[in-house]
Protein backbone atom coordinates (compact mmCIF):
# COMPACT_ATOMS: atom_id res chain seq x y z
CA UNK A 1 0.00 0.00 0.00
CA UNK A 2 0.99 3.46 -0.70
CA UNK A 3 0.33 6.38 1.36
CA UNK A 4 1.55 10.13 1.84
CA UNK A 5 1.83 12.12 4.83
CA UNK A 6 2.17 15.52 4.87
CA UNK A 7 1.68 16.40 8.81
CA UNK A 8 1.94 20.42 8.51
CA UNK A 9 -1.60 21.71 7.64
CA UNK A 10 -0.76 24.90 7.74
CA UNK A 11 2.35 26.98 7.31
CA UNK A 12 3.40 30.48 7.06
CA UNK A 13 6.61 32.26 6.14
CA UNK A 14 7.66 36.29 5.73
CA UNK A 15 8.50 37.13 2.52
CA UNK A 16 12.40 36.74 1.64
CA UNK A 17 12.58 34.03 3.89
CA UNK A 18 12.91 29.68 3.64
CA UNK A 19 10.56 27.61 4.71
CA UNK A 20 10.55 23.99 4.28
CA UNK A 21 7.57 21.67 3.89
CA UNK A 22 7.77 18.22 4.74
CA UNK A 23 6.42 15.38 3.70
CA UNK A 24 7.05 11.29 4.49
CA UNK A 25 5.72 8.65 2.62
CA UNK A 26 5.45 4.48 2.06
CA UNK A 27 5.90 2.17 -0.65
CA UNK A 28 7.12 -1.40 -1.35
CA UNK A 29 8.60 -0.38 -4.80
CA UNK A 30 11.96 0.07 -5.30
CA UNK A 31 11.59 2.50 -8.15
CA UNK A 32 9.30 5.35 -8.26
CA UNK A 33 8.90 9.17 -8.23
CA UNK A 34 7.86 11.94 -6.10
CA UNK A 35 6.60 15.29 -6.89
CA UNK A 36 5.46 18.07 -5.89
CA UNK A 37 2.66 20.02 -7.06
CA UNK A 38 1.61 24.12 -5.98
CA UNK A 39 -2.25 25.01 -6.32
CA UNK A 40 -3.01 28.51 -6.17
CA UNK A 41 -6.47 29.87 -6.01
CA UNK A 42 -6.54 29.41 -9.39
CA UNK A 43 -6.96 25.86 -8.57
CA UNK A 44 -4.61 24.97 -11.13
CA UNK A 45 -2.56 22.43 -10.13
CA UNK A 46 1.40 23.54 -11.30
CA UNK A 47 4.47 20.82 -10.87
CA UNK A 48 6.91 22.38 -8.60
CA UNK A 49 9.50 19.56 -8.86
CA UNK A 50 10.16 16.18 -9.39
CA UNK A 51 12.49 13.56 -7.91
CA UNK A 52 13.47 9.94 -9.28
CA UNK A 53 14.08 7.59 -6.74
CA UNK A 54 17.07 6.11 -8.31
CA UNK A 55 18.82 9.44 -8.23
CA UNK A 56 20.87 10.21 -5.21
CA UNK A 57 21.65 14.12 -5.88
CA UNK A 58 18.41 16.07 -4.99
CA UNK A 59 16.51 18.10 -7.18
CA UNK A 60 16.66 21.78 -7.59
CA UNK A 61 14.58 24.42 -9.46
CA UNK A 62 15.44 27.45 -9.09
CA UNK A 63 14.18 28.95 -5.60
CA UNK A 64 12.92 25.24 -4.79
CA UNK A 65 14.77 22.18 -3.64
CA UNK A 66 13.91 18.86 -1.94
CA UNK A 67 15.21 17.06 0.65
CA UNK A 68 14.98 13.06 -0.42
CA UNK A 69 16.29 10.71 2.21
CA UNK A 70 15.32 7.51 0.75
CA UNK A 71 16.11 5.47 3.66
CA UNK A 72 13.64 7.53 5.73
CA UNK A 73 11.21 7.67 2.95
CA UNK A 74 11.25 11.60 3.17
CA UNK A 75 10.70 14.00 0.64
CA UNK A 76 10.85 17.62 1.80
CA UNK A 77 10.77 20.76 -0.09
CA UNK A 78 12.63 23.84 0.89
CA UNK A 79 11.25 27.22 -0.71
CA UNK A 80 14.13 29.92 -0.42
CA UNK A 81 13.58 33.79 -0.49
CA UNK A 82 9.78 33.02 -0.53
CA UNK A 83 7.68 35.46 -2.52
CA UNK A 84 4.59 36.51 -2.04
CA UNK A 85 2.96 34.37 -5.48
CA UNK A 86 4.17 31.18 -3.51
CA UNK A 87 1.21 30.95 -1.20
CA UNK A 88 -0.49 28.64 -2.50
CA UNK A 89 -1.45 24.20 -1.15
CA UNK A 90 1.24 22.30 -1.48
CA UNK A 91 1.31 18.77 -2.22
CA UNK A 92 3.43 16.24 -2.47
CA UNK A 93 2.55 12.94 -4.53
CA UNK A 94 4.20 9.33 -5.04
CA UNK A 95 3.49 7.52 -8.18
CA UNK A 96 5.10 3.90 -9.35
CA UNK A 97 2.39 2.92 -11.32
CA UNK A 98 -0.07 4.85 -9.09
CA UNK A 99 -0.33 7.89 -8.46
CA UNK A 100 -1.21 9.23 -4.26
CA UNK A 101 -1.06 12.49 -3.07
CA UNK A 102 -0.80 13.94 0.43
CA UNK A 103 -3.62 15.87 2.15
CA UNK A 104 -1.52 19.05 1.16
CA UNK A 105 0.08 21.98 3.18
CA UNK A 106 -1.36 25.59 3.07
CA UNK A 107 1.36 27.84 2.99
CA UNK A 108 1.02 31.37 3.18
CA UNK A 109 3.91 34.29 2.62
CA UNK A 110 3.55 36.90 4.51
CA UNK A 111 4.76 40.51 3.54
CA UNK B 1 -4.05 22.47 -26.77
CA UNK B 2 -1.83 23.83 -24.92
CA UNK B 3 -3.16 22.76 -22.09
CA UNK B 4 -5.61 20.92 -20.23
CA UNK B 5 -9.21 22.23 -20.47
CA UNK B 6 -12.14 21.60 -18.54
CA UNK B 7 -15.95 22.74 -18.55
CA UNK B 8 -17.60 24.01 -17.44
CA UNK B 9 -15.22 25.67 -14.56
CA UNK B 10 -18.54 25.90 -12.30
CA UNK B 11 -21.67 23.68 -12.29
CA UNK B 12 -24.86 24.53 -9.38
CA UNK B 13 -27.28 21.50 -10.11
CA UNK B 14 -30.36 19.98 -7.50
CA UNK B 15 -30.00 17.06 -6.15
CA UNK B 16 -31.24 14.22 -7.92
CA UNK B 17 -29.91 15.75 -11.25
CA UNK B 18 -27.72 14.17 -13.59
CA UNK B 19 -24.62 16.36 -14.57
CA UNK B 20 -21.39 15.52 -17.29
CA UNK B 21 -18.31 17.23 -16.82
CA UNK B 22 -15.80 17.21 -19.46
CA UNK B 23 -11.86 17.34 -19.77
CA UNK B 24 -10.22 17.80 -23.30
CA UNK B 25 -6.55 16.88 -22.45
CA UNK B 26 -3.17 17.97 -23.98
CA UNK B 27 -2.83 16.63 -27.31
CA UNK B 28 -1.15 13.61 -28.01
CA UNK B 29 -1.32 12.32 -24.17
CA UNK B 30 -2.63 9.18 -23.99
CA UNK B 31 -3.15 8.93 -20.63
CA UNK B 32 -5.99 10.46 -18.36
CA UNK B 33 -6.91 10.86 -15.25
CA UNK B 34 -9.94 12.59 -12.85
CA UNK B 35 -10.09 13.12 -9.19
CA UNK B 36 -11.96 14.58 -6.70
CA UNK B 37 -10.88 17.15 -4.30
CA UNK B 38 -13.21 17.77 -1.43
CA UNK B 39 -13.31 21.52 0.43
CA UNK B 40 -10.23 21.67 1.97
CA UNK B 41 -8.48 18.37 1.63
CA UNK B 42 -6.16 16.39 -0.63
CA UNK B 43 -7.11 15.13 -4.15
CA UNK B 44 -9.33 11.55 -4.53
CA UNK B 45 -8.30 9.06 -7.12
CA UNK B 46 -11.12 8.40 -9.21
CA UNK B 47 -10.02 7.01 -12.35
CA UNK B 48 -7.63 6.68 -15.27
CA UNK B 49 -7.58 5.94 -18.94
CA UNK B 50 -5.33 4.87 -21.12
CA UNK B 51 -6.12 5.36 -24.58
CA UNK B 52 -9.85 4.58 -24.51
CA UNK B 53 -9.98 1.90 -22.33
CA UNK B 54 -10.09 2.10 -18.13
CA UNK B 55 -7.72 -0.15 -16.57
CA UNK B 56 -8.73 1.22 -12.77
CA UNK B 57 -11.49 1.79 -11.82
CA UNK B 58 -11.14 1.38 -8.10
CA UNK B 59 -11.89 5.05 -6.97
CA UNK B 60 -15.06 5.68 -8.51
CA UNK B 61 -17.22 6.36 -5.23
CA UNK B 62 -20.34 4.59 -6.14
CA UNK B 63 -21.95 3.01 -9.12
CA UNK B 64 -23.65 7.05 -9.43
CA UNK B 65 -20.13 7.86 -11.37
CA UNK B 66 -19.02 6.83 -14.27
CA UNK B 67 -16.74 7.86 -17.31
CA UNK B 68 -15.63 7.51 -20.86
CA UNK B 69 -13.60 8.80 -23.37
CA UNK B 70 -13.67 8.73 -27.03
CA UNK B 71 -11.37 8.65 -29.91
CA UNK B 72 -8.63 8.52 -27.14
CA UNK B 73 -8.88 12.39 -26.20
CA UNK B 74 -11.75 13.85 -24.78
CA UNK B 75 -13.57 12.75 -21.47
CA UNK B 76 -16.59 12.96 -20.06
CA UNK B 77 -17.27 12.29 -15.98
CA UNK B 78 -20.87 11.29 -15.15
CA UNK B 79 -22.49 11.79 -11.70
CA UNK B 80 -26.17 10.50 -11.57
CA UNK B 81 -28.81 11.65 -9.25
CA UNK B 82 -26.26 13.85 -7.58
CA UNK B 83 -26.17 14.36 -3.87
CA UNK B 84 -24.84 16.77 -1.91
CA UNK B 85 -22.00 15.15 -0.22
CA UNK B 86 -20.88 14.84 -4.30
CA UNK B 87 -19.91 18.50 -4.30
CA UNK B 88 -16.57 18.97 -4.40
CA UNK B 89 -14.16 20.26 -7.08
CA UNK B 90 -13.28 17.86 -10.06
CA UNK B 91 -9.93 18.01 -11.35
CA UNK B 92 -8.57 16.32 -14.54
CA UNK B 93 -4.93 15.73 -15.65
CA UNK B 94 -2.99 13.96 -18.69
CA UNK B 95 -0.01 12.73 -19.10
CA UNK B 96 2.31 11.20 -22.10
CA UNK B 97 1.82 7.31 -20.66
CA UNK B 98 0.80 6.06 -17.75
CA UNK B 99 3.37 4.27 -15.67
CA UNK B 100 6.25 5.28 -13.47
CA UNK B 101 8.62 6.50 -15.54
CA UNK B 102 7.76 10.16 -17.17
CA UNK B 103 4.67 10.57 -15.72
CA UNK B 104 3.92 14.05 -14.73
CA UNK B 105 0.76 14.89 -14.70
CA UNK B 106 -0.63 18.33 -16.14
CA UNK B 107 -3.63 19.37 -14.22
CA UNK B 108 -6.81 21.97 -16.11
CA UNK B 109 -8.13 23.93 -13.60
CA UNK B 110 -10.80 21.75 -12.16
CA UNK B 111 -14.71 21.47 -12.03
CA UNK B 112 -16.71 22.94 -9.26
CA UNK B 113 -19.47 21.23 -8.47
CA UNK B 114 -22.19 22.33 -5.90
CA UNK B 115 -25.14 19.94 -5.36
CA UNK B 116 -27.97 22.45 -3.59
Known amino acids: AQTVTQSQPEMSVQEAETVTLSCTYD???????LFWYKQPPSRQMILVIR??????QNATENRFSVNFQKAAKSFSLKISDSQLGDTAMYFC????????FGAGTRLTVKP | GAGVSQSPSNKVTEKGKDVELRCDPI?????LYWYRQSLGQGLEFLIY????????KSGLPSDRFSAERTGGSVSTLTIQRTQQEDSAVYLC??????????????FGAGTRLSVL
Open chain 2, 93 to 106: ASSERQGAFGNIQY
Open chain 1, 27 to 33: TSESNYY
Open chain 1, 51 to 56: QEAYKQ
Open chain 1, 93 to 100: ALVDNDMR
Open chain 2, 27 to 31: SGHTA
Open chain 2, 49 to 56: FQGNSAPD
